[in-house]
């Protein structure tokens, strides 16, 4: 087979060539272009040592990007490309990296310490496609395998394990019987590895074409040692009829009903977590050692979301729960608050009507609010078939009702309103949180009548109500 190698990977081995040396393109580039797709990187794999390589290259910018393994970053047309030296791996006393490296004149042996056969591919035009481990044919039967033995290639590097998610993912593969078998005997490993690495293989999971395939999470073991929390959710029976599913079946259908959004996929993912801990039903108005309030600092849950009132429902406890997990796995603040938002409040009821949704956008603000309804539409599909679509219906109503909100050019919260704060102290009004009660207040006004929402209109409104008398603004305050 004949594959198209882009103009500067054949420079590159061309070159190699021209001195003596092999170079073949490697890993996942030639599984990408033997399933017609397109590869982001193109690495390439050398006999030639890392400091010959420096050589050969030294009349373009090259970057030593990991000498101690062999790698080199060649940089050609503003594109990199890895050349990497053939290499066999030393032992993996931490199941993460090798403890020593040493370099081979061999692309077998370089192979042979890759994960799957899928990825264990090189190829150049002399000699074709190099496929010692039958990558071609998992590739056709639509497997990922591990090269050799899969016991040996998750204790090297345990992330291997939800890397063969990863890739099922990604690509709508299963996982061989003996890697299936491989993950569940080793995934205790997952331990050592870093939560950063960790997190950022559950975001290409849920990024994927078929992020569904979280379940396999579950179903491996691998979940317990991602998110422990998530334990209790797998084959909980829920107490109403509205849901014809388990819990985890719920959750898992939920992801693949909202779109490809980091944000919306974790909230996706985490909106029911809460629910094992209320017995399946919300316990209205009952405190739960999870329900975090104002005086709780070390969550900020809070401090982030002031004005979301919700009773101590399976929403409010998710919250918690989902705040605790995103910081475990060491996410970025904004990414916690929005999904946090979205779990508390992914529940609740929203009034169709121009007011209740010009609060919500002052709580939530624009973005998260229209995830808020997409999540509440998944939430909805996900449930029983012959109930959900009511729901939906109800949801689309008030998309459709805020879309013409926000093309009416209308004020829809404080920052919209004719005056504001600076105004208010002018006037003669004490700076302080008096200033953003009273704006609040007018904000209800115009949301009800939008004709007053000029700035000579609120002025006399604001003189009227906080100065009845006509007295001296500032006498008033003093």
Same mark, same amino acid.
């Given at each position: 087979?004949?594959?198209?190698?882009?103009?500067?990977?054949?420079?590159?081995?061309?070159?190699?060539?021209?001195?003596?040396?092999?170079?073949?393109a490697?890993?996942?580039?030639?599984?990408?272009?033997?399933?017609g797709?397109e590869?982001?990187? $193109?690495?390439?794999?050398?006999?030639?040592l890392?400091?010959?390589?420096?050589e050969?290259?030294?009349?373009v910018?090259?970057?030593p990007?990991?000498l101690?393994?062999?790698?080199?970053?060649v940089v050609?047309?503003e594109?990199?490309?890895?050349i990497?030296?053939?290499?066999v791996?030393?032992?993996y006393?931490?199941?993460?990296?090798?403890?020593?490296?040493s370099?081979?004149?061999?692309?077998?042996?370089?192979?042979?310490?890759?994960d799957?056969?899928?990825?264990?591919?090189?190829?150049?035009?002399?000699?074709?496609?190099?496929?010692?481990?039958?990558?071609?044919?998992?590739l056709?039967?639509?497997?990922?395998?591990?090269?050799?033995?899969?016991d040996?290639r998750?204790?090297?590097?345990?992330?291997?394990?939800?890397?063969?998610?990863?890739?099922s993912?990604?690509?709508?593969?299963?996982?061989?019987d003996?890697?299936?078998?491989?993950?569940?005997?080793n995934?205790?490993?997952?331990?050592?590895?870093?939560?950063?690495r960790?997190a950022s293989?559950?975001?290409?999971?849920?990024i994927?074409d078929?992020?569904?395939?979280v379940?396999?999470?579950?179903?491996?073991?691998?979940?317990?040692?991602?998110?422990p929390?998530?334990?209790?959710?797998?084959?909980?029976?829920q107490?109403?009829?509205g849901?014809?599913?388990?819990?985890d079946?719920?959750?898992y259908?939920?992801?693949?009903?909202?779109?490809?959004?980091?944000?919306?996929?974790?909230?996706?993912?985490?909106?029911?977590i809460?629910?094992p801990?209320?017995?399946?039903?919300?316990r209205q108005g009952?405190?739960?050692?999870?329900?975090?309030?104002?005086h709780?600092?070390?969550?900020?849950?809070?401090?982030?979301?002031?004005?979301?009132?919700?009773p101590s429902?399976?929403?409010e406890?998710?919250?918690?729960?989902?705040?605790?997990?995103?910081k475990?796995?060491?996410?970025?603040?904004?990414?916690?608050?929005?999904?946090v938002?979205?779990?508390?409040?992914?529940?609740?009821?929203?009034?169709n009507?121009r007011?209740?949704?010009?609060? $919500?956008?002052?709580?939530?603000?624009?973005?998260?609010?229209?995830?808020?309804?997409?999540?509440?539409?998944?939430?909805a599909?996900?449930?029983?078939?012959?109930?959900?679509?009511?729901?939906?219906?109800?949801i689309?109503?008030v998309?459709?009702?805020?879309?013409?909100?926000?093309?009416?050019?209308?004020?829809?919260g404080i920052?919209?309103?004719?005056?504001?704060?600076?105004?208010?102290?002018?006037?003669?009004?004490?700076?302080?949180?008096?200033i953003?009660n009273?704006l609040?207040?007018?904000?209800?006004l115009?949301?009800?009548?939008?004709?007053?929402?000029?700035?000579?209109?609120?002025?006399?409104?604001?003189?009227?109500?906080?100065?009845?008398?006509?007295?001296?603004?500032?006498?008033?305050?003093?």
């Amino acid at each position: 087979m004949i594959i198209n190698l882009p103009e500067e990977v054949g420079y590159i081995i061309e070159r190699l060539n021209k001195h003596g040396y092999e170079g073949f393109a490697v890993g996942g580039c030639v599984r990408d272009r033997l399933l017609g797709r397109e590869p982001e990187d $193109w690495d390439i794999a050398t006999n030639a040592l890392p400091q010959k390589v420096l050589e050969l290259f030294s009349d373009v910018k090259t970057i030593p990007t990991g000498l101690r393994h062999g790698t080199i970053t060649v940089v050609l047309k503003e594109k990199n490309f890895e050349i990497t030296t053939y290499r066999v791996d030393g032992e993996y006393s931490d199941s993460r990296r090798p403890d020593k490296v040493s370099f081979s004149d061999s692309i077998e042996e370089d192979l042979k310490r890759r994960d799957f056969t899928i990825n264990a591919m090189a190829y150049n035009n002399h000699r074709g496609v190099v496929d010692p481990y039958g990558g071609q044919l998992d590739l056709k039967e639509k497997v990922i395998r591990c090269v050799g033995n899969a016991d040996e290639r998750f204790s090297e590097d345990a992330l291997r394990m939800m890397r063969a998610v990863r890739f099922s993912a990604q690509l709508g593969f299963e996982l061989s019987d003996d890697t299936r078998q491989a993950v569940i005997k080793n995934m205790a490993l997952l331990q050592k590895v870093s939560r950063e690495r960790v997190a950022s293989e559950l975001v290409k999971i849920l990024i994927s074409d078929f992020p569904g395939k979280v379940r396999e999470l579950a179903e491996l073991g691998l979940m317990n040692h991602i998110m422990p929390e998530f334990k209790k959710c797998i084959g909980f029976k829920q107490q109403y009829p509205g849901c014809a599913f388990t819990l985890d079946e719920h959750t898992y259908r939920t992801i693949e009903n909202v779109e490809r959004d980091i944000v919306l996929r974790l909230a996706a993912l985490l909106h029911d977590i809460g629910i094992p801990e209320t017995g399946g039903e919300d316990r209205q108005g009952m405190p739960h050692p999870l329900f975090f309030d104002a005086h709780t600092p070390s969550t900020g849950l809070r401090a982030d979301h002031k004005g979301i009132s919700q009773p101590s429902g399976h929403g409010e406890i998710s919250a918690g729960l989902s705040y605790k997990i995103l910081k475990d796995l060491r996410f970025d603040n904004n990414t916690i608050n929005s999904v946090v938002k979205l779990v508390e409040n992914h529940d609740a009821a929203i009034e169709n009507s121009r007011k209740s949704i010009c609060k $919500w956008l002052e709580k939530m603000g624009n973005r998260d609010f229209e995830r808020l309804l997409k999540l509440k539409k998944a939430g909805a599909m996900a449930q029983n078939p012959d109930n959900y679509k009511k729901n939906c219906e109800e949801i689309e109503k008030v998309r459709i009702a805020y879309e013409e909100l926000v093309h009416s050019k209308q004020c829809l919260g404080i920052s919209d309103l004719a005056i504001n704060g600076d105004d208010l102290i002018s006037l003669g009004l004490m700076e302080g949180k008096d200033i953003g009660n009273i704006l609040k207040g007018i904000l209800d006004l115009v949301l009800e009548n939008p004709e007053l929402n000029t700035r000579d209109t609120l002025i006399s409104i604001v003189r009227s109500k906080y100065f009845p008398r006509g007295e001296n603004a500032q006498n008033r305050n003093s």
